[in-house]
């Protein structure tokens, strides 16, 4: 008998709309539901999907405990073996919506849950109860390999079978070490190792040391009266017409503007090229993103020294981390050489 | 999302399309709100931290 599926989407893949319906509330809807009907092709007849959970990212997250209780009571009445949620590819905010609905709704139900999205999205983090989390590429144009993946780990956990190491059985790792013989001593297969590196071949590791990106937090700022204020921003605010190409999503270039002299950022002037959150309320007034309005007013009655007189932009969106931590570091190098004692970073 | 990442200070503001922004006020109201919001960053950075740490506008107001 084929085992029962509930799906999780967000308001995109839901059918309802893009950014502009990242309010949607959460609804259920019988069956599979876009990727989910191919999802349930690649179960090929061993699990259906009965059932689809679908919520915007923004309602997700503005109402996180209240919608997740929901979500799992919905889930709890259509008796599922397995919950899917995603792939959520490089969308931050969707892949961490799937991975708190599957590790909540797993643990509650007491059933195999897992989550598909790109290794880098912030959703990939580990979890506590842990859920399995299947490798995607970063963009919806691997939709089908996606796909594949997680019916795939489905089955398996499905089956009941102790699973394999993360590598083999097409998850990514989460930390639990299990010991098994390869029939060799460690100090034979170490010395191959080294043979190996030495030869240039890609010989893995047995032991990953796990690289953590934690940056010490700086002392607090003393004095903010002769503090100079900079605005550092990856929303994706550019003077009109974009003038230096940065990217609507994968940025790799960033860029600084002059705000000398301005009262606040001039309606009319500025743009968002962000494709990861709805412009329209930043096209309006660009102060709603970068508040140049609020800091030269509080400069002028001097509760600050000084607002830096440029504006450091790039856009986050389903960034890659390694281009992210490069603009970061050039951006920080900028702000130090001038003086800059603080950054308020606005983000979407 | 800033938790997750590690970013040291995080003040919770507007919404995700408008950090300080809230349209659902007067142009004058909104102004206003934001000054708060910016104020509360501020205040923020004057705090120390030894790991990520959220903070809420409310508890920094500075006047």
New interface residues.
């Given amino acids: 008998m084929a085992f029962r599926v509930v799906h999780y989407l967000n308001q995109f893949y839901g059918g309802i709309g893009g950014e502009a319906e990242a309010d949607a509330p959460f609804t259920v809807r019988e069956g599979p539901v876009g990727p989910g009907r191919r999802l349930e092709q690649a179960l090929g007849g061993d699990g259906r999907v009965v059932a689809t959970l679908v919520c915007g990212d923004n309602a997700f997250h503005e109402r996180r405990d209240e919608t997740l209780a929901k979500i799992t009571a919905a889930a709890r009445e259509w008796a599922p073996d397995v919950l899917v949620a995603g792939p959520a590819f490089a969308s931050g905010r969707y892949g961490l919506a799937c991975a708190a609905v599957a590790s909540r709704v797993g643990a509650e139900l007491r059933i195999p849950a897992l989550a598909g999205m790109h290794r880098d999205n912030p959703g990939a983090q580990p979890l506590d109860p842990p859920i399995y989390i299947v490798p995607t590429g970063e963009t919806s144009v691997e939709m089908d390999a996606a796909l594949e993946g997680m019916a795939r780990l489905a089955r398996r956990l499905r089956s009941g079978q102790r699973l394999g190491p993360a590598r083999t059985e097409g998850y990514l790792p989460r930390g639990i070490r299990r010991n098994t013989g390869t029939g060799r001593p460690a100090a034979a297969r170490a010395v191959d190792l080294l043979l190996g590196r030495l030869g240039g071949a890609a010989v893995e590791t047995e032991l990953p040391i796990e690289v953590r990106d934690r940056v010490a937090p700086p002392p607090p700022v003393a004095d903010l009266a002769h503090a100079t204020i900079a605005l550092v921003t990856e929303a994706g605010v550019v003077p009109k017409g974009n003038p230096d190409g940065i990217e609507a999503a994968r940025a790799t270039r960033w860029a600084r503007y002059s705000i000398e002299g301005m009262e606040r950022l001039r309606p009319g002037d500025y743009e968002s090229i962000h494709g990861g959150y709805d412009n329209a309320w930043v096209n309006q007034d660009a102060n709603r993103v970068l508040p140049v309005d609020a800091l030269r007013a509080m400069e002028h009655e001097r509760l600050i020294g000084r607002l830096h007189p440029e504006y450091f932009v790039t856009c986050g969106s389903i960034g890659n981390p390694t281009e992210m931590r490069r603009m970061g570091r050039e951006i920080a190098r900028e702000i130090a050489a001038a003086g800059v004692t603080a950054v308020i970073l606005p983000a979407t | ?2 938790t ?6 995080i003040l919770r ?9 809230d ?1 659902n006020r007067t142009p004058e109201g ?2 206003l709100w ?2 708060q ?3 509360a ?2 205040r923020a ?7 990520p740490t959220t903070f809420e506008v409310a508890e920094y107001v ?1 006047r």
Avoid at chain 2, 4 to 9: F, I, Q
Avoid at chain 2, 13 to 21: E, K, S, T, V
Avoid at chain 2, 45 to 51: A, F, K
């Fill in positions: 999302m800033a997750r990442v590690g970013a040291n200070r503001a507007g919404r995700f399309h408008h950090p300080f922004g349209p909104e102004f934001r000054r919001v910016v104020e960053a501020l950075l004057t705090v120390p931290v030894e790991q500075m």
